[in-house]
């Protein structure tokens, strides 16, 4: 069981069954379809494992097309399934590297041969910023990289369809006080329920992260950062590449990767909407120093919270959770109040028949599920990541 304990917002726990849980998924990797869930009675139906898992594949790489991908994004536009990632032919963060997207019209069985959505320049490379849809818009983030820039760091910009095929030129994502936004934004924003948006940026010099929010509908500007402080480690901050989630109570709990390597989990909450955010603290929470995700699950109601000013559903964590840079098992991970995760749900084990072997060498080719991104969309939630850092492919949930 995860307990993030509610008895002090800096102290997380992780009981030792959790523990005996993970150690559990290493020694057990040839028993794929073996589904391990915890089950507490708190309330909200049980997730049935592997019969209500589909694993379908967007991308497979050929001697022919770019060998890289990574940094995997879906959602759904007019009935329309949208998967974006950063491509390269070889190397991670190359700087031949763009942004590539596919469509699917058949409810994501089928998908379109990759499109571009953001190419290299003469000075800049691009990768993968997320999508955000608002009515009849689609807006697609771009991370745009300095090629010659010391230390390594971005910035973002955005384009917008109203159809999935035709695309605005690219315009910079601007701060509330009239400058651009001199970082790169995590690939998930999150609305809360009143509208506003929260998210994460890596400002410069280097990779500094900071939560960020907008009462912007379209998240093309208005941003402000709220107030955070993390550890500086030169050219980049120790937390890294957040996911966000409410508590029943709208308190909004921010998941970071920890670049001390303690392969733990780190946590900030804010009580304020995004304005203040608390110190980031450790978890013993079990985390493979990986890009993870975070969210809620709409339209579910849980006994004890269908009376909480915020009713906001179930929150959902998806991670390796894993003491090495191992990243797999890919694990999916539910809680009804957003303190204690007492469901779990194997999504993809890293055995045999499950991981296939890397086809492909390149910079930075890790094994296994990488960079998961989640989002929730017809009685289905939908987690899409790459396989060895060349294959795109999603798993989707039946939703109770």
């Known amino acids: 069981m995860l307990n993030f304990s509610d008895l002090n917002d800096q102290t997380i726990a992780f009981s030792i069954n959790s523990i005996i849980f993970a150690i559990k998924f290493c020694l057990m990797r040839l028993l794929a379809k073996i589904l391990i869930i915890i089950c507490l009675t708190t309330g909200w139906p049980h997730i049935q494992a592997q019969d209500e898992c589909e694993t379908y594949t967007v991308f497979t790489p050929t001697d022919s ?61 691009c990768t993968s910023g997320g999508w955000l849809v608002r009515g009849d818009t689609l807006t697609a983030f771009i991370d745009v990289w300095e090629k010659d820039a010391d230390p390594r760091g971005g910035s973002t910009y955005f384009i917008c369809s109203t159809d999935g095929l035709t695309w605005t030129q690219p315009q910079p994502v601007m701060m509330a006080d009239g400058t651009t936004m001199n970082g790169v934004l995590e690939q998930d924003p999150y609305t809360l329920p009143n509208g506003r948006l929260i998210g994460a940026c890596h400002f410069q010099p280097g990779l500094h992260v900071c939560p960020v929010y907008t009462d912007d509908p379209t998240g093309w500007g208005g941003w402000k950062k709220g107030f955070f402080e993390c550890e500086d480690r030169g050219k980049q901050s120790r937390c890294l590449e957040p996911s966000q ?28 909407r995004g304005l203040s955010w608390s110190k980031p603290s450790v978890t013993t929470i079990p985390d493979a120093r990986t890009k993870q995700c975070a969210g809620n699950i709409p339209g579910v109601r849980t006994q004890q919270y269908s009376r909480r000013v915020q009713d906001i559903g179930p929150a959902f964590m998806v991670s390796c959770p894993m003491d090495n840079k191992q990243r797999w098992p890919l694990v999916l991970q539910i809680s009804s109040d957003g303190i204690v995760f007492d469901r779990t749900l194997l999504l993809r084990s890293g055995a045999a028949g499950d991981l296939p072997p890397r086809r492909y060498e390149g910079k930075a080719k890790t094994l296994g599920y990488n960079y998961p991104k989640a989002f929730t969309y017809n009685g289905y939630l939908y987690v899409s990541y790459s396989v060895n850092k060349e294959l795109v492919q999603y798993t989707r949930i039946s939703l109770p």
């Open 245 to 272: 989630y409410l508590r029943p109570d709208g308190t909004i709990v921010m998941l970071f990767r920890d670049q001390a390597s303690t392969f733990h989990k780190m946590f900030s909450i804010s009580h304020n």
């Open 65 to 125: 097309t770019d060998h890289y991908s990574n940094g995997v994004v879906m959602t759904a536009f007019k009935d329309v399934l949208y998967c974006m990632w950063q491509s390269s032919p070889t190397d991670e963060d190359s700087d031949d590297t763009w942004v590539a997207y596919s469509r699917s019209t058949d409810d994501g069985k089928t998908w379109s041969k990759p499109l571009p959505l953001a190419l290299p320049t003469a000075t800049t490379y």
